[in-house]
């Protein structure tokens, strides 16, 4: 069984999530196709078999040959992926991945995206509440010039169908939160949370797409170079089969998502990125090690003031530390670091990451007491101010070394 099947499985990229070139030997090549459609599955069993069915008469006769089908499923518990592998020999323009150690609908897009050949690149769900049809229109715009094609709700011919007011409210005013928080990227497209859509590779070449939250699109218009955008109305149709993934996590990741856009790709973030410094995680990083400051202190009152426990004082510390450093993990892994640990989230890696911030941290406080020494006998005799740059230091060192390794996006089989 080691030879390559002909409907073996599509392996999953790793690394950063950063969108390739097109490889050289495709380029120019007959083989290349245009349009390079992912669908990301998660709970789908009842709606693959349809939607890759309807998509493909419908390709076949617009742009035979010319188009590839990813299905991206996140090791789906009904067996997803294995229906939609079961379905090559019947359609060959079909390819296969599944995802076994990341999660998530954006990043399964991007991960998508990187295996395709295509010099188009689109995205469209699995459940049939994107109509297919719609997809030639997409295409069509694609072809008359646009760098972008969303299929939108809220232009012509588009709408929601049977909403529930709350629901209708709920994205309304995700939409109008958006248009205040990152007016240049919500204020192009009447329908930002649309996940039905085309765009051209050369927008996106380069560039390492973030998968916090939902809302792929929000980041190709933020960090792609899009010129023209074209919107074709759609109405977003019930679900029969399967139910939605989305829950109130997505509200809040969305607003996460927003803050992260608006601050990586202003001012600060297009100067830190001139200087290869990841000046946002750094103040957030320092922020976190304020929290663990106030953390440690609490602890230490806690344990060894001779009002409360009136514990012993270097065993007090001990404990006031690693509690310290608890805390900082969480919010480090849950904030600081969320786009990578957002889609490493097994028990085991978890856990991997906290001891190695468990050891750089200790690391870090002997360098600290090295460096308070060193300063204070050899530069400067004063012990607050030698403090001050041992503290600097430690900080540096910490938040470099666990950028490194604790949270590293590469990942090392
Ligand atoms: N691989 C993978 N991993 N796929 C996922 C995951 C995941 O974690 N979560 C959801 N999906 C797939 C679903 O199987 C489906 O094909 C598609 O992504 C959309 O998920 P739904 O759960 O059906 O989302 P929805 O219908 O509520 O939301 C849709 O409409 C929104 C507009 O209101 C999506 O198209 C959103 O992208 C869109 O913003
Ligand atoms: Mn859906």
């Given at each position: 069984m080691?030879?390559?099947?002909?409907?073996?499985?599509?392996?999953?990229p790793?690394?950063?999530?950063r969108?390739?070139?097109l490889?050289?030997a495709?380029?120019?090549?007959d083989s290349?196709?245009?349009?390079?459609?992912v669908?990301?599955?998660?709970?789908?069993?009842?709606?693959?078999?349809?939607?890759?069915?309807v998509l493909s008469?419908?390709?076949?006769e617009?742009?035979?040959g010319?188009?590839e089908?990813?299905?991206?499923?996140?090791?789906?518990?009904d067996?997803?992926?294995k229906i939609?592998?079961?379905?090559?020999?019947?359609y060959p323009?079909?390819?296969?991945?599944r995802?076994?150690?990341?999660?998530?609908?954006?990043?399964?897009?991007?991960?998508?995206?990187?295996?395709?050949?295509?010099s188009?690149?689109g995205?469209i769900?699995?459940?049939?509440?994107?109509?297919?049809?719609?997809l030639?229109?997409?295409?069509q715009?694609?072809?008359?010039g646009a760098?972008?094609?969303?299929a939108?709700?809220?232009v012509?011919g588009?709408?929601?169908?049977?909403?529930?007011?709350?629901r209708r409210?709920?994205s309304?005013g995700?939409?109008?939160?958006?248009?205040?928080?990152?007016?240049?990227?919500?204020?192009?497209?009447?329908d930002?949370?649309?996940?039905?859509?085309?765009?051209?590779?050369?927008?996106?070449v380069?560039?390492?797409?973030?998968?916090v939250?939902?809302?792929?699109?929000?980041?190709a218009?933020?960090?792609?170079?899009?010129?023209?955008?074209?919107?074709?109305?759609?109405?977003?149709s019930?679900?029969?089969e399967?139910?939605?993934k989305?829950?109130?996590?997505q509200?809040?990741?969305?607003?996460?998502?927003?803050?992260?856009?608006?601050?990586?790709?202003?001012?600060?973030?297009?100067?830190?990125?001139?200087i290869?410094?990841?000046?946002?995680?750094?103040?957030?990083?320092?922020?976190?090690?304020?929290?663990?400051?106030?953390?440690?202190m609490t602890?230490?009152?806690?344990?060894?003031?001779?009002?409360?426990?009136?514990?012993?004082?270097?065993?007090?510390?001990?404990?006031?530390g690693?509690?310290?450093i608890v805390?900082?993990?969480?919010?480090?892994?849950?904030w600081?670091f969320?786009d990578?640990?957002s889609?490493?989230?097994q028990?085991?890696?978890?856990?991997?990451?906290?001891?190695?911030?468990n050891?750089i941290?200790?690391?870090?406080l002997?360098?600290?007491v090295?460096?308070?020494?060193?300063?204070?006998?050899?530069?400067?005799?004063?012990?607050?101010?030698?403090?001050?740059?041992?503290i600097?230091?430690?900080?540096?060192?910490n938040?470099?070394?666990?950028?490194?390794l604790?949270?590293?996006?590469?990942q090392?089989?």
């Amino acid at each position: 069984m080691n030879s390559i099947e002909p409907n073996s499985l599509l392996s999953v990229p790793t690394g950063a999530l950063r969108i390739p070139e097109l490889p050289r030997a495709t380029i120019n090549a007959d083989s290349e196709p245009l349009l390079s459609l992912v669908i990301p599955t998660y709970k789908e069993a009842g709606n693959i078999q349809k939607i890759v069915s309807v998509l493909s008469n419908l390709l076949d006769e617009s742009i035979p040959g010319n188009y590839e089908l990813i299905v991206v499923d996140d090791d789906s518990p009904d067996g997803t992926w294995k229906i939609a592998q079961s379905l090559i020999i019947e359609y060959p323009q079909l390819r296969v991945m599944r995802r076994q150690n990341e999660r998530g609908l954006s990043s399964a897009v991007i991960r998508g995206w990187q295996a395709a050949t295509g010099s188009i690149l689109g995205v469209i769900d699995a459940d049939l509440q994107h109509p297919p049809h719609v997809l030639l229109q997409l295409l069509q715009a694609v072809e008359e010039g646009a760098d972008l094609a969303v299929a939108s709700r809220h232009v012509d011919g588009g709408g929601v169908s049977s909403w529930s007011f709350i629901r209708r409210f709920l994205s309304r005013g995700a939409q109008l939160l958006g248009l205040i928080i990152l007016p240049g990227v919500l204020g192009r497209v009447s329908d930002p949370m649309s996940g039905y859509f085309m765009i051209r590779r050369r927008c996106i070449v380069g560039q390492t797409l973030n998968p916090v939250g939902y809302k792929i699109l929000l980041e190709a218009i933020g960090r792609g170079n899009v010129g023209k955008i074209a919107e074709v109305g759609y109405v977003f149709s019930e679900r029969k089969e399967g139910e939605s993934k989305v829950t109130w996590k997505q509200y809040v990741e969305y607003i996460h998502h927003l803050i992260r856009l608006r601050l990586s790709t202003g001012k600060v973030g297009q100067f830190s990125q001139r200087i290869g410094f990841p000046i946002g995680r750094f103040l957030r990083f320092g922020l976190v090690g304020l929290s663990g400051v106030f953390v440690d202190m609490t602890v230490l009152y806690l344990l060894s003031d001779p009002t409360t426990l009136g514990l012993p004082l270097t065993r007090s510390k001990i404990i006031a530390g690693e509690v310290a450093i608890v805390n900082n993990f969480l919010w480090n892994d849950m904030w600081t670091f969320a786009d990578v640990s957002s889609h490493q989230q097994q028990w085991r890696q978890r856990l991997k990451r906290f001891l190695k911030f468990n050891i750089i941290c200790l690391a870090g406080l002997v360098l600290n007491v090295l460096v308070l020494n060193l300063v204070f006998n050899f530069v400067i005799p004063n012990r607050y101010i030698a403090n001050l740059i041992a503290i600097a230091v430690a900080t540096v060192w910490n938040f470099w070394v666990n950028l490194k390794l604790s949270w590293r996006v590469t990942q090392v089989k």
